[in-house]
């Protein structure tokens, strides 16, 4: 089965800073995504970035990119110029890739949470 | 830009009630999910349903659960008898299928809260 594991419950970065969280999973499938999910307060699940796991180049969008190291099966988020709205909990998540079927769940780590220091 | 929307936002029941949450999914979505997150814990997988059917269900989604897409645009989740242990948000999320340039990414909904008492 498949687990994705965030060691980090929290993390807190000062404003303008640039931080960094950790996400590791495991499978023995070769197709698959993986994602970075925000949930400010407000409760509801944003996605922040996504990588498929055949690219090798590393996903980029704006302020956030991901270091995908397939081989040892980490995914971490970074997150440059950090801003008071980027406080919240995130989540990184895995899903089987279109070669295996179209079920399609996502399976989430325990989630770090973010603190954005003025 | 299209959402998935989720009523009630927050509904209070009494243990042994039975309850029914609601959600639109994104009109051309073909995948739908519900999905709970117990306060301060991860968010955890319930069901899928696709072609009008449970695709992949969890251990968490036992006989007291059900899922039904009534007519075309809903998709509902009950609970017979709730539980203490029901109380979580629930979130319902949908995707459209994967092709070449789209990973088919699930976009969820603001959850509705559920407290047992």
């Known amino acids: 089965a498949q687990t994705v594991t965030q060691s980090q419950p929290e993390m807190s970065v000062q404003e303008a800073e640039t931080v960094t969280l950790s996400c590791t999973y495991d499978?023995?499938?070769?197709?698959?995504?993986l994602f970075w999910y925000k949930q400010p307060p407000s409760r509801q699940m944003i996605l922040v970035i996504r990588?498929?796991?055949?690219?090798?180049q590393n996903a980029t969008e704006n302020r956030f990119s991901v270091n995908f190291q397939k081989a040892a099966k980490s995914f971490s988020l970074k997150i440059s110029d950090s801003q008071l709205g980027d406080a919240a909990m995130y989540f990184c998540?895995?899903?089987?890739?279109?070669?295996?079927?179209?079920?399609?769940?996502?399976?989430f780590g325990q989630g770090t949470e973010l603190s954005v220091k003025p | 830009e299209p959402e998935v929307t989720q009523t009630p936002s927050h509904q209070v029941t009494q243990m042994g009630q039975e309850v029914i949450l609601r959600c639109v999914p994104i009109?051309?979505?073909?995948?739908f999910y519900w999905y709970r997150q117990i306060l301060g814990q991860k968010v955890e997988f319930l069901v899928s349903?696709?072609?009008?059917?449970?695709?992949?269900k969890s251990e968490i989604f036992d006989d007291q659960f059900s899922v039904e897409r009534p007519d075309g645009s809903n998709f509902t989740l009950k609970i017979r008898s709730t539980k203490l242990e029901d109380s979580a948000m629930y979130f319902c999320?949908?995707?459209?299928?994967?092709?070449?340039?789209?990973?088919?990414?699930?976009?969820f909904g603001e959850g509705s809260r559920l407290t047992v008492l």
């Open positions: 990588q498929e796991a055949y690219k090798q």
């Open positions: 349903f696709y072609n009008n059917e449970i695709s992949e």
């Open positions: 499978t023995s499938e070769s197709d698959y995504y």
């Open positions: 009109s051309n979505h073909l995948y």
């Open positions: 999320a949908s995707r459209d299928r994967e092709f070449v340039g789209n990973t088919g990414e699930l976009f």
């Open positions: 998540a895995y899903r089987r890739g279109f070669f295996y079927n179209q079920g399609g769940k996502l399976i």
